[in-house]
């Protein structure tokens, strides 16, 4: 008679494992407690930035874009939208440079800031761009903001141009340097001269535009230029790592508008991208939504700013376009 009474025992004892095993489970599954998030440390992602460089890759299309990254010809923007995010941007308005580097420089719409497109424009107004808004709020002194660009005449600073005010208002302002290596090069330099400030950077990025418009979207040219615009994009990522700032400045990739599949145009050309290594992205959005995720990440209150801003940032949820 001892069998079944060890089985017995034994069936007792595996039911009582069971049972343990299933509230251990149950207890894994559990959500974990949410902390209060002002009494532990953030993590340095989710805090403010001492610098941001956006970096401009004029007329980069988005399916291109994913194409190349696809064939792995575009390693430091993958690497960096690994750490971060990498999003579409899609444009609801002319699909031209001055239209676009304007709404993203700035965060508006052109009704606020006078400029349509490459033919419809005008300065925009005095205090309205990215680079104004932060040297307002961080002291000149104390804070560096510095556009260093691929283009002349759509990104110009002349009497009449969209820049005329702006550069005025910000540290430096070099346009018309063409080449991608110009533009590369020089950012480098500043980036060295300027180290121990806080800064703001927009460095633009021309010759994909150029390229596109010379041989075509699905030109082997136009391939070329962005596996040279990413790599110009890697020596400023490594530049900051032997500076020792790459941990706390965030980096934005953006285009103004896309091209025309197959053609040398971009009259309807509205898919872009951002790619970034900021964390805190959470969701697709447009052109006007880029100047006001750089202010929010800075730390300024965007209820503040007059004229209210179009965009919304990128790193809250949606919310409608104010109309
Ligand atoms: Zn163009």
């Known amino acids: 008679m001892k069998q079944p009474r060890g089985r017995a025992v034994l069936a007792l004892s595996l039911a009582l494992l069971l049972s343990l095993l299933?509230?251990?489970?149950?207890?894994?599954?559990?959500?974990?407690?949410?902390?209060?998030?002002?009494?532990?440390?953030?993590?340095?992602?989710?805090?403010?930035?001492?610098?941001?460089?956006?970096?401009?890759?004029?007329?980069?299309?988005?399916?291109?874009?994913?194409?190349?990254?696809?064939?792995?010809?575009?390693?430091?923007?993958?690497?960096?939208?690994?750490?971060?995010?990498?999003?579409?941007?899609?444009?609801?308005?002319v699909t031209d440079t001055k239209a676009g580097w304007t709404q993203i420089l700035t965060g508006y719409e052109p009704e606020v800031t006078g400029v349509f497109s490459n033919g419809r424009y005008q300065p925009i107004p005095r205090g309205y761009t990215v680079f104004e808004r932060l040297e307002e709020f961080f002291g000149a002194r104390d804070f560096v903001t510095a556009a260093v660009i691929g283009k002349k005449a759509n990104l110009g600073a002349d009497p009449g141009e969209p820049y005329y005010n702006t550069?005025?208002?910000?540290?430096?302002f070099i346009n018309g340097l063409n080449d991608d290596e110009k533009v590369g090069s020089k950012a480098l330099e500043l980036l060295e001269q300027y180290k121990d400030k806080p800064f703001f950077f927009f460095i633009h990025f021309a010759e994909v535009?150029?390229?596109?418009?010379?041989?075509?979207?699905?030109?082997?040219?136009?391939?070329?230029?962005?596996?040279?615009?990413?790599?110009?994009?890697?020596?400023?990522?490594?530049?900051?790592?032997?500076?020792?700032?790459?941990?706390?400045?965030?980096?934005?990739?953006?285009?103004?508008?896309?091209?025309?599949?197959?053609?040398?145009?971009?009259?309807?050309?509205?898919?872009?991208?951002?790619?970034?290594?900021?964390?805190?992205?959470?969701?697709?959005?447009?052109?006007?939504?880029?100047?006001?995720?750089?202010?929010?990440?800075?730390?300024?209150?965007?209820?503040?700013?007059?004229?209210?801003l179009d965009g919304h940032p990128l790193t809250r949820p949606y919310e409608a376009p104010r109309w």
Not at 167 to 172: E, I, R, S
Not at 234 to 247: S, T
Not at 261 to 285: C, I, K, W
């Open 167 to 172: 550069k005025n208002g910000m540290d430096v």
């Open 209 to 308: 535009d150029a390229r596109g418009h010379a041989f075509g979207e699905n030109s082997k040219e136009y391939d070329d230029t962005l596996i040279s615009a990413d790599g110009w994009t890697g020596n400023i990522v490594q530049k900051l790592k032997e500076l020792n700032l790459y941990d706390k400045t965030l980096i934005y990739i953006t285009a103004d508008h896309g091209f025309d599949e197959g053609l040398q145009s971009h009259t309807d050309a509205p898919y872009v991208f951002l790619a970034t290594n900021d964390p805190m992205v959470v969701r697709r959005g447009q052109r006007a939504d880029i100047t006001p995720t750089i202010l929010d990440r800075f730390g300024l209150d965007l209820s503040k700013i007059e004229p209210p």
């Open 22 to 93: 299933l509230v251990f489970a149950l207890g894994c599954l559990a959500p974990t407690p949410i902390t209060n998030p002002t009494t532990s440390p953030a993590p340095t992602a989710t805090a403010p930035p001492r610098n941001i460089i956006l970096i401009g890759w004029d007329g980069a299309q988005r399916n291109h874009v994913k194409e190349s990254l696809s064939r792995g010809e575009l390693p430091n923007l993958k690497k960096l939208s690994s750490e971060g995010a990498l999003v579409a941007i899609d444009i609801y308005r």
